[in-house]
């Protein structure tokens, strides 16, 4: 709550309406969602070599279908 506060509070409904239609406004709250459940004390987390298959993909540019997968097992 106390971020939220420093970056402005709640957005309005106009204000999310017009979030929702930028491109990627999505993939903005899947990444929001990824950083906020990296700060819960004490939850445990991959390692990096977790992560290293979907760097690569990024880095040759491959479609992106590790990202929902990796995003999905931190949300469970």
């Keep these: ?19 929702e239609a930028m491109p990627y406004a999505e993939d903005a709250v899947v990444l929001r969602r990824w950083d906020d459940s990296a700060k819960v004390p004490g939850r ?18 491959a479609q992106p279908a590790a990202l929902c997968t990796v ?6």
Excluded: N, V, W
């Design 1 to 19: 709550m106390h971020s939220l506060g420093l970056q402005g509070g709640a957005m309005s409904r106009a204000e999310c309406q017009r979030f």
């Design 44 to 61: 445990k987390t991959p390692p990096l070599a977790y992560y290293l298959p979907l760097l690569r993909e990024y880095h040759t540019g």
């Design 71 to 76: 995003i999905g097992s931190l949300d469970a």
